[in-house]
């Protein structure tokens, strides 16, 4: 059995660091794909700017459905509910753009990933687990948060 450690939803092992939930694997960098990791605190989404368009975008599409909705014209209803679920459907991802989460940013030659502590993140428990990623696996990891 391979060799790793855990925090909430972040695995690190002697191949590499990946984010896992309900047992499966949703993000893996391999370890020798890494240039840099740094641990940061920030917004949830991979592309922040296009997801807050998109959201605006749906937002905008929901208040169209509610605008005949408020003039009570109801022969497009089924049309108007599907415009307000839209909508909502906008506002959840500007909410989840905006929302604070605190995960590792892994920089690779092609892209940068984000590696989410899912959970409630406690200080001393995280820097420990850094400070063992470091020491046993040989991972350098940046931060200018003040984890404890």
């Known amino acids: 059995m391979e060799e790793k450690i855990i925090y909430l939803s972040v695995h690190i092992s002697p191949k590499g660091i990946s984010e896992v939930h309900g047992g499966r694997t949703v993000v893996f960098v391999s370890k020798p794909d890494i240039q840099g990791i740094k641990l940061a605190i920030g917004s949830g ?5 296009l997801q807050v368009v998109f959201g605006f975008i749906l937002a905008a599409v929901g208040a169209c459905g509610l605008i005949p909705l408020w003039s009570g014209n109801m022969t497009l209803f089924r049309y108007e509910i599907g415009f307000v679920f839209f909508g909502l ?9 905006l929302r604070k989460h605190t995960f590792l940013l892994v920089s690779t030659r092609a892209d940068k990933r984000k590696l989410f502590f899912k959970g409630a993140v406690e200080p001393k428990q995280l820097e420990e687990f850094l400070r063992t990623a470091e020491t046993k696996f040989g991972y350098v990891i940046s931060s200018n948060l003040r984890v404890s």
């Open 45 to 49: 989404a991979e592309r922040p700017v």
């Open 89 to 97: 459907l906008g506002v959840w991802l500007i909410w989840e753009t």
